[in-house]
């Protein structure tokens, strides 16, 4: 599916977001959500204790993980600091879908 977006020269640019037909699911937040996971279990870290350290309920943060809940560039450099890894770890390896 595509979206539209205003750039900073307001010009419309597409954007080619791939999102999931069936529960709109993007697989960008998909993929975040699941480097969130990795990195987390990789540091021994439950839902719980990861959840309580943002101050965001442990369903949230399960929401976050399965890619159900975007999450935003603030909430994510938290997390960033949280789990010792730099902003780039998050979208490594990811690959646009062609829609």
Known sequence: ??????????????????????TRLSSIDMWIGTRVRI?????????QELSQLLDVDCDKL?????GEERINASLLFRITKL?????D??????IEESV
């Open 83 to 87: 789990l010792d890894v730099r902003p």
């Open 62 to 66: 399960a929401a976050y993980e399965a």
């Open 39 to 47: 990195k987390r279990t990789s540091r021994g870290m439950n839902q």
């Open 89 to 94: 770890y998050f979208f490594r390896g990811y």
């Open 1 to 22: 599916m595509s979206s539209w977006a205003l750039s900073t020269a307001d010009d419309r640019v597409q954007s080619s977001m791939t999102l999931d037909s069936t």
